[in-house]
């Protein structure tokens, strides 16, 4: 099996970011787990959310920025890879000049059931 990112659309999560599922159960017919690239604006930040049973791996293709990791605020860059945990309350901040991009695993699949936001969107 095999996608083409440029024919994937983009949407907006849960969390704010926006993101192209580039292999997702849902979509694609694969079982255990989903690939996405995200994308946040410089100057944004995902809402602090957590997942309770998938486990996230993010891995920084473009940008920097800040990633909330629990307690911790960890600096990240272009190369950079993330372990988040289930349970683990967690956000990513864009304080760069150019878009912050990065691939996130989940496993199991992302879902929006399995999303706590932690705060609240902002009134639009």
């Known amino acids: 099996m095999i996608t083409r990112s440029d024919k994937i659309a983009s949407y907006v999560t849960k969390d704010g970011s926006t993101i192209r599922e580039l292999m997702h159960p849902e979509q694609h017919g694969n079982r255990l787990q989903s690939l996405a690239e995200a994308t946040v604006a410089p100057g944004h930040r995902t809402l602090l959310h957590r997942h309770h ?4 791996i993010y891995h920084i293709i473009a940008g920097n920025g800040v990633m909330w990791l629990g307690e911790e605020r960890l600096a990240i860059n272009a190369g950079d890879t993330v372990c988040i945990a289930p349970g683990t309350a967690h956000a990513v901040d864009n304080n760069g000049e150019s878009a912050l991009v990065f691939l996130c695993c989940c496993s199991p ?11 609240e969107p902002p009134l639009r």
Do not use: G, I, K, N
Request: aromatic residues 6%.
């Open 53 to 56: 049973h998938s486990e996230e």
């Open 109 to 119: 699949p992302y879902s929006h059931q399995d999303t706590e936001l932690l705060e």
